[in-house]
Nanobody, 124 residues
Framework: QVQLVESGGGLVQAGGSLRLSCAAS????????MGWFRQAPGKERVFVAA????????YYRDYVKGRFTISRDNAKNTVYLQMNSLKPEDTAVYYC?????????????????WGQGTQVTVSS
């Protein structure tokens, strides 16, 4: 079992930045790809970004490319999402998730473990 705890969410004005963190504990973090998803009120959970275990493969949803950066520190069992140039439409609950190798990183149904989420609110 892997426990994931997100932090770093909050209220920010449009154009501002936030850095989300996701700390993993429990069984080994080793080998897991990590993803960030978000869910706005009344909408489904959607893919934002993902990173392979080694960090050598990184993927972004089109609407965050150039603004968001995913990274990980395996020594600290932590994955990050740096969010710059935030827009009101980025407002959502952001979730991190862990996936064993072999699944689709874009599909939330392929992930094995989820955090509880952290709220990000961007005011206009």
């Amino acid at each position: 079992q892997v426990q994931l705890v997100e932090s770093g969410g909050g209220l920010v004005q449009a154009g501002g930045s936030l850095r989300l963190s996701c700390a993993a504990s429990g069984r080994t973090f080793s080998g897991y790809a990590m993803g960030w998803f978000r869910q706005a009120p009344g909408k489904e959970r959607v893919f934002v970004a993902a990173i392979s275990w080694s960090g050598g493969n990184i993927y972004y949803r089109d609407y965050v490319k150039g603004r968001f950066t995913i990274s990980r520190d395996n020594a600290k069992n932590t994955v990050y999402l740096q969010m710059n140039s935030l827009k009101p439409e980025d407002t959502a609950v952001y979730y991190c998730a862990a996936e064993r190798p072999g699944g689709s990183l874009y599909n939330p149904g392929e992930y094995d473990y989820w955090g509880q989420g952290t709220q990000v609110t961007v005011s206009s």
